[in-house]
């Protein structure tokens, strides 16, 4: 069964206010309330999704040791190497 996340919109409880975790089948209905103190509540991402989303994305230091080169852009068409091997600063101008 999927576990969902939940957290209260506003204020709510001890258990609610920080999110809490609701086993349920797909089939049951999206909670609206807290089932502790009734405050109304949302359902947000759950954190597992997102740790298999970021879980083939390189460490810096990785991708150095693999031989690619990364950059971030620091301005507009300004590209600064943050790992890797190749110029420190490439631009577009
Ligand atoms: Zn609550």
Redo the contacts with the bound molecule.
Sequence with gaps: MPIYRYQ?NHA??????PGFDEMQRLSDPELSA??????A?RRVICAPALAIGGSHLLSEKKIGEKGFTQYKKIGKGVYEKTAGKGPDIISSD
């Design positions: 209260a709510g409880c001890p258990h609610c206010q807290c089932p502790q103190c009734g405050a509540i």
